[in-house]
């Protein structure tokens, strides 16, 4: 059987990493099919975390993205509340 971290704790460079060993384990071959099956196992959820890491950030990025953006474009522009010069 394979004995790994709780793929739930583990930052998104570590889980890739774990990750990338276990894709290796296994294109190796030459391994019992329970350990091929328990490989697998873990990959699929260092999968997961990773994917949903990746989501977390995303999310956090187009949140950010959108609160500049909102920003932005509510800030007063050159010439605009009769102050042509504010920008001179």
């Known amino acids: 059987m394979v004995e790994m971290s709780d793929p739930k704790t583990l ?3 570590d889980a890739f ?3 990338q060993g276990v894709v290796e384990r296994l294109e190796k071959g030459n391994l ?7 490989l697998f196992e873990a990959g699929t959820a260092l999968v997961s975390r990773c994917n949903s890491l990746l989501d977390e950030a995303d999310f ?8 500049v953006s909102d920003r932005l474009s ?3 522009r050159a010439g605009e509340n009769g102050d042509e ?3 001179a």
């Open 17 to 19: 990493q774990s990750l």
């Open 85 to 87: 010069d504010s920008f």
């Open 32 to 38: 019992p099919l329970d350990e091929c099956v328990g």
């Open 11 to 13: 930052c998104f460079e």
């Open 60 to 67: 956090k990025i187009q949140s950010l993205s959108k609160g």
């Open 74 to 76: 509510a800030a007063p």
